[in-house]
C-alpha cells in the first residue's frame, strides 16, 4: 500500500513538474507579447480627431472622447458607450450602468439635433444596458427608439432572476436579429452588426464602416481577463473564435499592426489592432496552457495551483471584485473539461 502511494505522489509530481516546464517554455513569447498591452496608443487618426486619452478616466465622471468621423466614446459610465451622432440623430452601442444615464445624456446632447434613434447591446451586461430604460422610453425621448441586440440577450433579461421580476420591459431590446449579421444606415454610415458567440453565446460586434471604428462590447476588454459566462453559452473556445475573428476578418492595420481599424472596448482605453492581437496571444497561450493540463489528469485544485496565469496577473489579474483570476481560471479550466469529456464521448 506504501509502495503505491508512493508511485502516484511521483506520478502527480511528475505531471506538475511538466507543467512548470511548459509554463517557462512559453516565457519568451510572453516577453514580447506583455510589452505592447501596457502602452498607450502611437498613432492618433489621420484626421487628427483623437490626439489623446480623456485623462482622468477613471475619476468617477463620465468623459466625451472623439474617435473618428461621427464616432465617439463615453468612459466611465460603467461599459464603455460608442456615440455616432449626425443630422438624422444618435446611434449608442450600450448605454452603460443605469446611474450614469444622467450624465451620459449631457454628455451626447449637443452632438445632434435629433435624439436616440438606435441603441445597440453587444451583450446583456447590466453595466452594458442599464441605461437603456432612460434612454429607450419614449415617453422620455420623445420617439420609440429601436433596441437592437441579438434575440438570446432578449431572452435573458425579460426571464426571472433568482426568483426576482426582470428589469422593465421599456428597456428590453425590441429589435432582435437572430440572423449572423444585422446592416444598418444611419447618418451616412453604414453600420453593420455580427453575432458572434464569445464570452456569452449572445455577443454582437458592431464596425462603423465609413469610420473604420469597431464597438466589441466584452469580447475585449484589456483591463480584465475576459469574462467567461458559462452559464450563459459563452467559452473560452469561443472567446477565442471571437478575437480571431476581430483579428483576421475585421480589423484593418495601418502600418506594422499599428494605427487603421480604432477598437473600442467594453471597458478602458480605445485600442487598434496591435491591442486585439495582444490580448488574443494572451489568451491562446493560457487556454493551451489549462488545456495541456487537463489532458495530464490535473484537477482543478492542481491547476489553480500551479498559477498558469502569473506572468499575466499584473496586468489582467485580479483577487477580488466580480471577477478574479480564480474565477477565469475555473471558466477556462470547466469550459475545456467539458468540451474534454464531450469529444470523448463521442469517440466512444
Same mark, same amino acid.
Given at each position: 500500500?506504501?509502495?503505491? +502511494?508512493?508511485?502516484?505522489?511521483?506520478?502527480? #509530481?511528475?505531471?506538475?513538474?511538466?507543467?512548470?516546464?511548459?509554463? %517557462?517554455?512559453?516565457?519568451?513569447?510572453?516577453?514580447?507579447?506583455? &510589452?505592447?498591452?501596457?502602452?498607450?496608443?502611437?498613432?492618433? /487618426?489621420?484626421?487628427?480627431?483623437?490626439?489623446?486619452?480623456?485623462?482622468?478616466?477613471?475619476?468617477?465622471?463620465?468623459?466625451?472622447? +472623439?474617435?473618428?468621423?461621427?464616432? =465617439?466614446?463615453?468612459?466611465? %459610465?460603467?461599459?464603455?458607450?460608442?456615440?455616432? $451622432?449626425?443630422? &438624422?440623430?444618435? #446611434?449608442?452601442?450600450?448605454?452603460?450602468?443605469?446611474?450614469?444615464?444622467?450624465?451620459?445624456?449631457?454628455?451626447?446632447?449637443?452632438?445632434?439635433?435629433?435624439?436616440?434613434?438606435?441603441?445597440?447591446?453587444?451583450?446583456?451586461?447590466?453595466?452594458?444596458?442599464?441605461?437603456?430604460?432612460?434612454?429607450?422610453?419614449?415617453? !422620455? +425621448?420623445?420617439?420609440?427608439?429601436?433596441?437592437?441586440?441579438?434575440?438570446?440577450?432578449?431572452?435573458?433579461?425579460?426571464?426571472?432572476?433568482?426568483?426576482?421580476?426582470?428589469?422593465?420591459?421599456?428597456?428590453?431590446?425590441?429589435?432582435? *436579429?437572430?440572423?449572423? &449579421?444585422?446592416?444598418?444606415?444611419?447618418?451616412?454610415? %453604414?453600420?453593420?452588426?455580427?453575432?458572434?458567440?464569445?464570452?456569452?453565446?449572445?455577443?454582437?460586434?458592431?464596425?462603423?464602416?465609413?469610420?473604420?471604428?469597431?464597438?466589441?462590447?466584452?469580447?475585449?476588454?484589456?483591463?480584465? *481577463?475576459?469574462?467567461?459566462?458559462?452559464?450563459?453559452?459563452? =467559452?473560452? &473556445?469561443? @472567446?477565442?473564435?471571437?478575437?480571431?475573428?476581430?483579428?483576421?476578418?475585421?480589423?484593418? /492595420?495601418?502600418?506594422?499592426? @499599428?494605427?487603421?481599424?480604432?477598437?473600442?472596448?467594453?471597458?478602458?482605453?480605445?485600442?487598434? $489592432? !496591435?491591442?486585439? !492581437?495582444? *490580448?488574443?496571444?494572451?489568451?491562446?497561450?493560457?487556454?493551451? +496552457?489549462?488545456?495541456?493540463?487537463?489532458?495530464?489528469?490535473?484537477?482543478?485544485?492542481?491547476?489553480? $495551483?500551479?498559477?498558469?496565469?502569473?506572468?499575466?496577473?499584473?496586468? *489582467?489579474?485580479?483577487?477580488?471584485?466580480?471577477?478574479?483570476?480564480?474565477?477565469?481560471?475555473?471558466?477556462?479550466?470547466? =469550459?475545456?473539461?467539458?468540451?474534454?469529456?464531450?469529444?470523448?464521448?463521442?469517440?466512444?
Amino acid at each position: 500500500m506504501t509502495f503505491t +502511494r508512493s508511485r502516484l505522489n511521483i506520478r502527480d #509530481a511528475m505531471r506538475i513538474l511538466l507543467g512548470v516546464v511548459l509554463l %517557462a517554455a512559453f516565457a519568451a513569447v510572453l516577453t514580447h507579447a506583455q &510589452q505592447p498591452s501596457t502602452r498607450g496608443r502611437q498613432n492618433a /487618426p489621420a484626421d487628427g480627431a483623437a490626439q489623446a486619452q480623456p485623462r482622468k478616466a477613471n475619476d468617477g465622471d463620465v468623459h466625451l472622447l +472623439r474617435v473618428r468621423g461621427n464616432v =465617439s466614446m463615453l468612459v466611465g %459610465a460603467g461599459g464603455n458607450i460608442t456615440v455616432q $451622432a449626425g443630422e &438624422q440623430g444618435i #446611434a449608442l452601442v450600450d448605454t452603460g450602468s443605469a446611474s450614469a444615464a444622467d450624465k451620459v445624456a449631457a454628455l451626447i446632447r449637443p452632438l445632434s439635433p435629433k435624439p436616440v434613434t438606435y441603441i445597440i447591446n453587444t451583450d446583456g451586461a447590466p453595466d452594458h444596458i442599464g441605461g437603456n430604460l432612460a434612454f429607450g422610453t419614449p415617453a !422620455a +425621448r420623445g420617439a420609440m427608439v429601436n433596441i437592437i441586440s441579438y434575440l438570446s440577450v432578449l431572452d435573458r433579461v425579460s426571464a426571472p432572476v433568482d426568483g426576482k421580476p426582470p428589469a422593465a420591459n421599456a428597456g428590453w431590446p425590441n429589435d432582435t *436579429y437572430s440572423e449572423a &449579421q444585422r446592416n444598418l444606415y444611419f447618418n451616412g454610415e %453604414a453600420i453593420q452588426i455580427f453575432h458572434q458567440t464569445g464570452n456569452t453565446d449572445g455577443n454582437s460586434i458592431v464596425l462603423f464602416r465609413g469610420s473604420d471604428v469597431v464597438s466589441t462590447g466584452d469580447i475585449f476588454d484589456p483591463t480584465q *481577463y475576459p469574462v467567461i459566462d458559462l452559464k450563459k453559452g459563452g =467559452s473560452i &473556445q469561443g @472567446e477565442l473564435d471571437a478575437l480571431n475573428r476581430l483579428k483576421s476578418s475585421i480589423l484593418v /492595420p495601418e502600418l506594422h499592426y @499599428e494605427g487603421g481599424t480604432l477598437v473600442i472596448p467594453g471597458h478602458g482605453r480605445l485600442c487598434d $489592432a !496591435a491591442d486585439v !492581437a495582444v *490580448y488574443q496571444q494572451m489568451v491562446t497561450i493560457i487556454r493551451d +496552457r489549462i488545456q495541456y493540463m487537463i489532458k495530464m489528469g490535473m484537477t482543478l485544485e492542481q491547476v489553480k $495551483a500551479a498559477k498558469l496565469t502569473q506572468d499575466f496577473d499584473p496586468i *489582467y489579474g485580479s483577487n477580488t471584485g466580480n471577477w478574479t483570476t480564480d474565477m477565469f481560471v475555473e471558466a477556462v479550466y470547466n =469550459s475545456l473539461k467539458g468540451k474534454l469529456q464531450t469529444s470523448q464521448s463521442r469517440a466512444n
